[in-house]
């Protein structure tokens, strides 16, 4: 009963922990070849910038598609998700896995049906149009926000009309 290697390093890769341990120790690498006078003020510098950044990313619950950040300058519109199933969520339809209850909707955020039936209809307008081929159902099945407790594509069914 041996570990697989392969899939053992392939599930540590995809950790976020990983990839920020990672990050921090090509942070360290650059300052100790700046000490050493291997590379210049000026390029440590950058880099170092780029690398901060980097962890600042991997902090984050989600993913940017930079194209979308450089057309837009927007990081909420940037902001991309993967399913487990392999779907991409992208813009206002990511929901981190944060904990802080600005990164969740519930009914109660809703004045009205209509309104929560928008944001829904919504997020399944981007899944349909950044997943060429997803069948309708899945679509509908893809509650982000956990609106449609029901699942049959009325959301928020308590809250006025």
Partial sequence: MGIDMASYLQKTRNTKSTRIWF???????VIALYMFGIIKKGFAIGLGVLLLAAIGIQTMDYDLDLGTLWKTGSVKESRVQHTKDGVVLMGDCVKPAGKSESYDLNCSNFSTQAEAQAKYDYCAEQIAENNKGLDRAKIMSLDVY??????????CEALPG
Wanted: charged share 10%.
């Fill in 23 to 29: 990050l921090v120790l090509l942070v360290v690498i």
């Fill in 146 to 155: 956990g609106l449609d407790g029901n699942k049959n594509g009325v959301v």
